[in-house]
């Protein structure tokens, strides 16, 4: 697993460069098909990856984007009609029934199918239209890491294409940053793991908390410390935690905090706030920004005096623009988890009661 999430890098390199010809391809024909909304589809990880392509898709396309219901297709008889509609299929193994199911149904009734996925000659590229490869390349870990950064690469690079030419300018030269800035929060991040996993691996459970665009990364983050460690961690939006779950925080729940640069990282500032009054240990991802602009972690240390949390920063040491920040925050999170779950004696590469290919109808 570590050394997958240290593959990131080359991954999203190949993402860029070798699969440029197959983005283009896909995106003139959904430019000259003029879809009028957008249904992405995905399990597990992948669904994480679709819910990127939703803000994306739906933030710089203005197309109302919907996160598909496999069991409408699969279970409760179909019928959906799909003409007029771009289905973005995301399956790393492209082997999974449900995804399948869904984007055969939608092709058979007019809609514009692309795949994105790791294996090119797996059914569902099989059965889309137009297939976007990762191009991650063998992955033995089950809990997945570099595929996932890459299905988010290759959704970015498509919606680049798809955006007007400032938008598509401004992605572009952000997705071109992405290989270094992965490379430097991994050896930033290096540290302080030891620290961070000791503070996650203590807990009874586990918050991981976000807001907008990052809102895959909290909910992939909280899924690779379950998939790892067999902790019950739950992803949610900051204003959703406000609304209820954050009963659950307390000095037995740790949080991780996605806080990015920009107004949408400095909302969960209250958050973060709030959590530390209840008394959770709080470990942020954050961008150097916050630090820059007087927010960087108070050293707290645990116990003291009016306040029992502890705050600890894995930084990424330059600002990435929001727009792919998902494939950079999601690296710490996917470090941290490795960690924790060595830290408690298990196998990160190979969880019990779990295999790298789960199909589900």
């Known amino acids: 697993m570590r050394a997958e999430i240290e593959d990131i890098p080359a991954v999203v390199e190949r993402v860029l460069r070798d699969g440029a010809a197959e983005q283009t391809t896909a995106a003139e024909a959904i430019r000259a098909r003029s879809p009028r909304w957008v249904s992405v589809v995905g399990r597990g ?7 990127y392509a939703r803000y994306l898709l739906e933030g710089l396309l203005g197309l109302p984007v919907m996160l598909a219901a496999p069991s409408l297709t699969t279970l409760y008889g179909g019928g959906q009609r799909w003409a007029d ?9 492209g082997a999974g029934p449900d995804v399948l199911e869904v984007t055969t149904a939608a092709r058979a009734s007019g809609a514009t199918t692309v795949a994105v996925t790791n294996d090119p000659r797996s059914p569902l590229a099989a059965a889309a ?8 390349g063998p992955e033995r870990s089950v809990a997945a890491t570099k595929s996932y950064v890459g299905e988010l690469a290759a959704i970015a690079a498509l919606s680049g294409r798809l955006a007007r030419r400032d938008v598509a300018a401004r992605l572009q030269a952000a997705l071109e940053d992405v290989p270094g800035a992965v490379r430097a929060v991994i050896a930033e991040c290096e540290p302080r793991l030891g620290e961070v996993a000791r503070i996650v691996s203590d807990g009874r459970g586990a918050l991981v ?10 909910l992939e983050i909280a899924l690779k410390l379950k998939e790892t460690s067999a902790i019950f961690a739950d992803g949610y939006s900051g204003a959703d935690l406000l609304h209820g779950p954050i009963v659950l925080a307390g000095p037995d729940v740790p949080a991780v905090v996605v806080r990015q640069a920009g107004a949408v990282g400095a909302a969960l500032d209250v958050v973060v706030d709030r959590l530390r009054a209840e008394g959770s240990p709080v470990v942020r991802i954050v961008d150097a920004e916050a630090g820059a602009a007087g927010q960087a972690a108070p050293a707290v240390p645990a116990g003291a005096a009016g306040d029992g949390a502890v705050t600890v920063d894995l930084v990424q040491p330059a600002v990435v623009d929001e727009l792919v ?37």
């Open 45 to 51: 990880t992948s669904d994480h990856a679709a819910l």
């Open 85 to 93: 509609a771009l289905v973005l299929a995301v399956s790393q193994s």
């Open 129 to 136: 239209e137009f297939v976007l490869d990762v191009r991650a």
């Open 209 to 218: 908390v976000a807001r907008g665009i990052e809102l895959p990364t909290a």
């Open 325 to 361: 920040g998902p494939l950079v925050h999601v690296v710490p999170g996917q470090l941290v988890a490795e960690a924790v779950a060595r830290l408690r004696g298990r196998d990160p590469d190979a969880p019990e009661g779990l295999t790298k290919v789960t199909k589900t109808r």
